[in-house]
C-alpha cells in the first residue's frame, strides 16, 4: 500500500541552524500539508500547500518557515534560524484531492538545542 | 477557549464496551476529521465527514452541522483502540485546519 515517507526521523539541530524536512508524499496526490506537535500538546497546522503554491497557512508559518516542491515526488519544509521552541514532532501528509482522505507520515522529530 | 473542544479528555474502558467521544466546535467548517494517533506517535485519518454519518467496521462517525457538533463511536471495543483520537475541522472557505486536543482511550482486557 502507498505510503507517506519522511526523513529524517530525528533531527538534531543547534539553535539559529537551518533544516530541511523531507517528504515523499503518495505519488498520486495533489494536495499536501505540513503539521506539528509538540511534545504533550495537540497536532497544529503549519500550511497547505497545492498546484506549486501555498494554499493556506498559519500563524506560526511565519518569515522563518518555507515549504517547496522541488521535483515531482519531494515536498521540503525549511526552518531557516532554529529557535528552541522549534522542537517538536513534524507531519507531513497527502491527499488525492481537496475533500480526500489525508495520509500522514511518520514524523520527523526535531530538537533544537 | 479553545475552537474545538474534545469531551472526554481521558477514557479508560473495559473491553467490549461501546465508547463515544464527542467534539464540538465554534467555527464554521466545511470538513471535519477524526484521527487515530498510536501511542508511537503515527496518525492515521479515520474519517472525514461534512454531513450526517459513516460507518467503517466497527467505527461510526456522526455529525450534526447546525448543533457543531460531532461523535466517534467505537462498538465492541478491544485493547488494540487503545490510542488518542483526535478531531480535526477544516475551516470554511479555507484550507487551514484547527485540531481539538484529542481523547486518550484506553481498553482494558
Known amino acids: 500500500e502507498p505510503e507517506v515517507t519522511q526523513t529524517p526521523s530525528h533531527q538534531v539541530t543547534q539553535m539559529g541552524q537551518e533544516v530541511i524536512l523531507r517528504c515523499v508524499p503518495i505519488s498520486n496526490h495533489l494536495y499536501f500539508y505540513w503539521y506539528r506537535q509538540i511534545l504533550g500538546q495537540k497536532v497544529e497546522f503549519l500550511v497547505s500547500?497545492?498546484?506549486?503554491?501555498?494554499?493556506?497557512k498559519s500563524e506560526i508559518f511565519d518569515d522563518q518557515f518555507s515549504v517547496e516542491r522541488p521535483d515531482g515526488s519531494n515536498f521540503t519544509l525549511k526552518i531557516r534560524s532554529t529557535k528552541l521552541e522549534d522542537s517538536a514532532m513534524y507531519f507531513c501528509a497527502s491527499s488525492e484531492g481537496e475533500w480526500g482522505t489525508q495520509y500522514f507520515g511518520p514524523g520527523t522529530r526535531l530538537t533544537v538545542l | 477557549k479553545n475552537e474545538v473542544e474534545q469531551s472526554p479528555q481521558n477514557l479508560t474502558a473495559q473491553e467490549g464496551e461501546f465508547i463515544t467521544i464527542n467534539c464540538s466546535y465554534s467555527v464554521g467548517i466545511s470538513a471535519l476529521h477524526w484521527l487515530q494517533q498510536h501511542p508511537g506517535g503515527g496518525i492515521v485519518s479515520l474519517f472525514m465527514?461534512?454531513?450526517g454519518k459513516k460507518k467503517h467496521g466497527r467505527l461510526i462517525a456522526t455529525i450534526n452541522i447546525q448543533e457543531k457538533h460531532s461523535s466517534l463511536h467505537i462498538t465492541a471495543s478491544h485493547p488494540r483502540d487503545s490510542a488518542v483520537y483526535i478531531c480535526a475541522v477544516k475551516t470554511s472557505g479555507t484550507y487551514k485546519y484547527i485540531f481539538g486536543t484529542g481523547t486518550r482511550l484506553k481498553v482494558l482486557a
Open positions: 500547500f497545492y498546484n506549486n503554491e501555498i494554499s493556506e
Open positions: 465527514l461534512s454531513s
